[in-house]
């Protein structure tokens, strides 16, 4: 079992930035990807961002890419998401969660954290 918890978040203004990260301990060994996903109000959850830890390769929705940024500390085990540019539809919790594929569908992620609110005024 992994456990992923996130920090960062909070308020923020349109066009601004925010940094979030996730730090993930327990059965690590097992983890390949580490993702980010967020739920909107009223929304259903969605993907954001993805990395891999193999390869550092990552996948971005079409909604982010360009803005937001996922990377990670090999050393701490720890993925940041760096959104810039924010905009007031960026306003969600936001979740990390550990995967074993590359992929945008959350069925390819196990195991998942309480999430963290990030809300961006204009």
């Known amino acids: 079992q992994v456990h992923v918890v996130e920090s960062g978040g909070g308020l923020g203004q349109a066009g601004g930035s925010a940094r979030l990260s996730c730090a993930a301990s327990?059965?690590?060994?097992?983890?390949?990807?580490m993702g980010w996903f967020r739920r909107a109000p009223g929304k259903e959850r969605e993907f954001v961002a993805a990395i891999r830890w193999r390869d550092d390769g990552t996948l971005y929705s079409e909604s982010v890419k360009g803005r937001f940024t996922i990377s990670r500390d090999n050393v701490q085990t720890t993925t940041h998401l760096q959104m810039d540019s924010l905009k007031p539809e960026d306003t969600a919790v936001y979740y990390c969660?550990?995967?074993?594929?590359?992929?945008?569908?959350?069925?390819?992620?196990?195991?998942w954290g309480q999430g963290t609110q990030v809300t961006v005024s204009s």
């Open positions: 327990g059965r690590i060994q097992s983890t390949i990807v």
């Open positions: 969660a550990a995967g074993r594929a590359l992929a945008y569908g959350d069925s390819w992620y196990d195991s």
